[in-house]
């Protein structure tokens, strides 16, 4: 007990700025701010990272659907597959769909289109754009909902209607042509994502029906909203086999969740925000250094302490403590100093929107914020690694001290 306490006491002293060596406590002081200046860009960085892929899994997760089925013939969909599934999961929403690709023609210019024929009740159960939207019917079978920036970027007047020229071709006299027919806008909506909003359309079912010949109704696919989409695709999936067996139907579909149509694209974000984040590393293991040469100065000005220190009955393992504890606080402050910065900083950027973002290239026009408690634990983590061994070194040195010799000598 009373060594730990000559220990602190010691620790205590050393901590004080010393007049006499004001270039040694400079040097303490820029360590504790390199650790700490570290930690909070590491932090903040990691919360930017962290806000932006959440913005996206929340723009993906609404556009891609949590789960959709598809046919992979054309044969498509059964609605008696459609009422199975309802009825096995009161729980889910189902919106059937036909899909079909087009190229509008405005202004002597042609823009390529996915068009989806929808039910547009059940489709605004599961898809929040278009419930946003505030399109509650189509006013007509041949009507669309489209993209409110492409709309404007057409230039259509208020009763404008604009050509769709469908892929497939209708025979006629001479040769096949493609087909053509004039829609209605009924009105946009916005996802925050440009690549969707240029390249989607909605209309009716019996648009499509009508446009494709067909009597009766084979869906293209099912869009399916879940809370739970990871837990809920598996008993889907197990769900059509059952259809299978027990009705003697071949029901040619795949099941897909939103995060499987985009993998690629949120592996590449992980991947960037590790390597982001041992790049930062690399700050708090440069501020370090200057732990290292502080303390090896500490240790060359007070070898007369040590040596007396030894002389009195302290041992090799007291030294070797009071100087590694002595890094610790240093850098262990610098890290609390980082944190709570950190924070600071992230509660001004959710406060006050110092940095505005183009809403039609990010989809959100503030920057978002989002820190994860096993960022902030691994970064605490690596940064008390990273100061306990810039601490050791010097530590050890100072427990190497000649006591005889320095006594001699000096």
Known sequence: MKNTQLITFILRHYLKFDK????????????????????????????????????????????????????????????????????????????????????????????????????????????????????????????????????????????????????????????????????????????????YDNSIAYTSFEALKILRNMNATAYDGFHIFSNEPMKDIESIRHAIQIYMQETGKKVYADTQGWWEQNGNF???????????????????????????????????NRRKEIALLISLGANKQHIRTLFFRLGGVIGGSGIMFGVIGAFFVMWILKTFNIVPLPADVYGVSHLPIELLWTDLLWTILGACAIVAISSYYPAKKASQIDALQVLRNE
């Open 20 to 195: 006499t060596q004001p270039f040694i406590s400079i040097t303490a002081i820029l360590a504790f701010l390199g650790v700490g200046v570290g930690v909070m860009v590491l932090l903040v960085t990691m919360s930017i990272m962290n806000g932006m892929i959440k913005e996206f899994e929340h723009k993906l997760f609404i556009m891609n659907y949590p789960i959709t089925i598809f046919a992979t013939s054309n044969k498509g969909l059964s609605p008696d597959l459609l009422h199975y599934l309802e009825q096995k999961f009161p729980n889910l929403k189902f919106s059937p769909y036909m899909q079909t690709q087009v190229v509008i023609r405005m202004n002597g210019e042609i823009f390529p289109l996915v068009v989806y024929g929808i039910d547009l009740t059940k489709e605004r159960a599961v898809n929040k754009v278009l419930y946003k939207s505030n399109v509650k019917h189509f006013n007509n079978t041949f009507n669309l909902i489209m993209g409110e920036a492409f709309y404007y970027s057409l230039g259509l007047a208020s009763d404008e209607k604009v050509t769709l020229i469908f892929t497939e071709l209708a025979p006629t006299g001479i040769a096949l042509t493609p087909k053509m027919k004039k829609f209605a806008v009924d009105g946009t909506f916005t996802s925050g994502l440009r690549n």
């Open 266 to 300: 949120f592996a590449a974000m992980e991947l960037e925000k590790r390597a982001l984040f041992l790049v930062l590393m690399l700050i708090i293991l440069m501020a370090s250094l200057n732990i290292i040469s502080s303390l090896l100065m500490v240790v060359m």
